[in-house]
């Protein structure tokens, strides 16, 4: 029961960090749907980022020393959400604004949302390590 408290913990905890070192711009949100629609999807790749490695890398490939699979891993899910993450904000912008204007991709515009996607990567194995040390402890200690 401890651990499931703990876990049920952990993932409020991270939804509430998410949104604290990603403020939205208030003016964005509240000039339009698409400043609102664009900081939800940018928030959830970013979710989907740590919840990948979370979930999924850390104890397949980490949990057993296999680190050189854990980091290829790590770099093609960060680098497909990334592309995945910016083609789907653009496609919401022309679908909002119906303004195909700016819809490109650029190897600069990667790179900086690989970045953030790499630090939720960072996150996710961080918290994962960190639940995992909280299963090992003991119940009751005196």
């Not at 049920?8 to 403020?23: D, G, K, N, Q, T």
């Not at 980022?49 to 854990?70: E, I």
């Not at 093609?76 to 653009?90: C, E, K, P, S, V």
Request: proline share 3%; aromatic share 16%.
């Amino acid at each position: 029961m401890k651990t499931q408290k703990f876990g049920i913990s952990l993932h409020i905890f991270v939804l509430i960090i998410a949104f604290l070192l990603s403020p939205p711009a208030f003016d964005r949100l509240t000039s339009s749907l698409d400043g609102f629609v664009q900081y939800l999807l940018s928030l959830a790749f970013l979710l989907v980022m740590f919840y990948v490695c979370f979930l999924w890398l850390v104890p397949t490939y980490l949990a057993v020393k296999r680190t050189a699979l854990f980091v290829i891993w790590v770099l093609i899910a960060a680098n497909l959400i990334t592309f995945i993450g910016y083609t789907t904000l653009q496609v919401s912008h022309l679908l909002i604004t119906h303004s195909g204007e700016g819809f490109r991709y650029s190897l600069a515009m990667h790179f900086s949302g690989f970045h953030a996607i790499l630090m939720a990567a960072l996150f996710g194995s961080l918290f994962r390590a960190v639940y995992e040390w909280h299963s090992l402890l003991p119940a009751n200690r005196n």
